[in-house]
């Protein structure tokens, strides 16, 4: 996607009750060339869930910088504090998914992100867990973050876990008065803070009252608490799957805007749109961009699709033959050699084609986590990870489908 070039001006309609009034803030967006600028009035807020996380490292530099291109409105991010109560960028409670703690720090890879100071984070690598090519990404600071998006990015800080990081709120309010940048982002309705903790958003509402607050989680059957909720938070976030469509109009009734999340395949995209929330996360806002323009979500495509997932099979996940798997398909009119694609999960869990695998018109592959014996058999072909646990989420998740050189060609969600 071009960025050098003339930006298509969207307008956005950011809740801001504590001044009293609504407020309109103008965010530019780059769109494609040839895309039209939505219409304002139906628009939808899109947001890059921790950074760009489905295409590079979540809560790195690098997957901001990604996002640039992509042109979200706004990245989110995690924040959490070191031991000496620096705001680090980190989701999980610890950091052995997503760096090499492992290796650096082998008696203290189940501890947790509070318990190592800055400099010990620094020591870490939190990029080539997601590929070689990211090989060095550093756990970044919140300040870091700020001169990576600044300024045509907002940004979505989220309070990740307060109870494990006493005092966090206060810290971010300090860095937050601590660079003239935030307030701008924040005059211009380009800053915004989340948390699950409901207690958290509405302490750092009370102490920086022109920041839209979001609190995230199951939306309340009762109006009365909805509307509670609603005295001091201007939205609300909640997970596409679980929503109900008649809670959109709730939401709004009680004076809230209502985002939802992590919205990955281009289907679910459209069907979100189509209930008219105000915003959408998803790992993949490049995506999500070219649906919300009327563009081919997926210009990379070569026909071979993920036709249907087995997470949850009678019996153990990962019984020999017959456990937990994928089926990718190929409707096109032409073989296509599938040796060496790959299947990332939401939390970029890789699952892989072996090579040998050509896939002719009409076939189908089953793509099994467990064990097993790989079969070519274009009736029945079959390719056994061995991947030693399950990893196939049974309430449902989004897989994405890489050719071997890494281009995207399919995400599916169930």
């Given at each position: 996607?071009?960025?050098?070039?003339?930006?298509?001006?969207?307008?956005?309609r950011?809740?801001?009750?504590?001044?009293?009034?609504?407020?309109?803030?103008?965010?530019?967006?780059a769109?494609?060339?040839?895309?039209?600028?939505?219409?304002?009035?139906?628009?939808?807020?899109?947001?890059?869930?921790?950074?760009?996380?489905?295409?590079?490292p979540?809560?790195?530099?690098?997957?901001?910088?990604?996002?640039?291109?992509?042109?979200?409105?706004?990245?989110?991010?995690?924040?959490?504090?070191?031991?000496?109560?620096?705001?680090?960028?980190?989701?999980?409670?610890?950091?052995?998914r997503?760096?090499?703690?492992?290796?650096?720090?082998?008696?203290?890879?189940?501890?947790?992100?509070?318990?190592?100071?800055?400099?010990?984070?620094?020591?870490?690598?939190?990029?080539?867990?997601?590929?070689?090519?990211?090989?060095?990404?550093?756990?970044?600071?919140?300040?870091e973050?700020?001169?990576?998006?600044?300024?045509?990015?907002?940004?979505?800080?989220?309070?990740?876990?307060p109870?494990?990081?006493?005092?966090?709120?206060?810290?971010?309010?300090d860095?937050?008065?601590?660079?003239?940048?935030?307030?701008?982002?924040a005059?211009?309705?380009?800053?915004?803070?989340?948390?699950?903790?409901?207690?958290?958003?509405?302490?750092?509402?009370?102490?920086?009252?022109?920041?839209?607050?979001?609190?995230?989680?199951?939306?309340?059957?009762?109006?009365?608490?909805?509307?509670?909720?609603?005295?001091?938070?201007?939205?609300w976030?909640t997970?596409?799957?679980?929503?109900?469509?008649a809670?959109?109009?709730?939401?709004?009734?009680?004076?809230?805007?209502?985002?939802v999340?992590?919205?990955?395949?281009?289907?679910?995209?459209?069907?979100?749109?189509?209930?008219?929330?105000?915003?959408?996360?998803s790992?993949?806002?490049?995506?999500?961009?070219?649906?919300?323009?009327?563009?081919?979500?997926l210009?990379d495509?070569?026909?071979?699709?993920?036709?249907?997932?087995?997470?949850?099979p009678?019996?153990?996940?990962?019984?020999?033959?017959?456990?937990?798997?994928?089926?990718?398909?190929?409707?096109?009119?032409?073989?296509?050699?599938?040796?060496?694609?790959?299947?990332?999960?939401?939390?970029?869990?890789r699952?892989?084609?072996?090579?040998?695998?050509?896939?002719?018109?009409?076939?189908?592959?089953?793509?099994?986590?467990?064990?097993?014996?790989?079969?070519?058999?274009?009736?029945?072909?079959r390719?056994?990870?061995?991947?030693?646990?399950?990893?196939?989420?049974?309430?449902g998740?989004?897989l994405?489908?890489f050719?071997?050189?890494?281009?995207?060609?399919?995400?599916?969600?169930?």
């Open positions: 996607m071009e960025t050098d070039r003339p930006v298509a001006t969207r307008w956005h950011i809740g801001a009750r504590a001044a009293g009034s609504a407020v309109i803030a103008a965010v530019s967006v769109l494609p060339a040839g895309a039209a600028a939505a219409d304002p009035a139906s628009d939808i807020v899109t947001i890059g869930h921790r950074g760009s996380a489905g295409l590079a979540e809560n790195t530099l690098a997957g901001i910088d990604l996002a640039h291109q992509h042109g979200p409105d706004f990245i989110e991010i995690d924040v959490q504090l070191s031991a000496d109560r620096i705001p680090v960028m980190m989701h999980d409670a610890t950091v052995a997503t760096t090499n703690v492992a290796e650096v720090f082998p008696d203290r890879a189940g501890d947790p992100v509070t318990s190592f100071t800055y400099d010990e984070l620094q020591q870490l690598d939190a990029g080539s867990w997601y590929g070689d090519e990211y090989t060095g990404e550093r756990i970044p600071t919140l300040r973050v700020l001169d990576h998006a600044y300024p045509r990015l907002g940004v979505v800080i989220e309070l990740k876990n109870a494990s990081s006493p005092g966090l709120v206060q810290v971010v309010v860095e937050l008065a601590s660079d003239p940048r935030w307030d701008e982002l005059a211009t309705g380009r800053l915004k803070a989340i948390s699950f903790d409901a207690a958290a958003v509405r302490e750092l509402r009370d102490r920086r009252p022109d920041i839209p607050v979001m609190v995230l989680g199951a939306i309340p059957t009762s109006d009365a608490e909805l509307e509670s909720v609603a005295g001091w938070a201007d939205e976030g997970n596409y799957r679980t929503l109900d469509p809670d959109v109009d709730r939401v709004h009734r009680a004076g809230m805007l209502l985002n999340y992590t919205v990955n395949s281009p289907d679910h995209m459209s069907t979100v749109r189509e209930l008219g929330v105000d915003m959408v996360t790992d993949f806002p490049g995506v999500l961009e070219r649906v919300l323009a009327g563009l081919d979500p210009p495509a070569n026909g071979v699709v993920i036709s249907g997932v087995l997470a949850n009678p019996g153990d996940d990962l019984q020999p033959e017959t456990g937990e798997h994928v089926m990718l398909a190929n409707p096109t009119n032409r073989p296509v050699y599938l040796g060496g694609y790959y299947l990332h999960d939401a939390v970029i869990n699952l892989v084609v072996g090579r040998g695998y050509l896939l002719l018109p009409g076939e189908e592959l089953r793509v099994y986590t467990g064990p097993g014996s790989n079969r070519r058999d274009p009736r029945d072909a390719y056994y990870n061995d991947f030693g646990r399950a990893v196939l989420n049974n309430g998740d989004s994405a489908l050719t071997r050189t890494g281009a995207l060609v399919d995400i599916f969600g169930y």
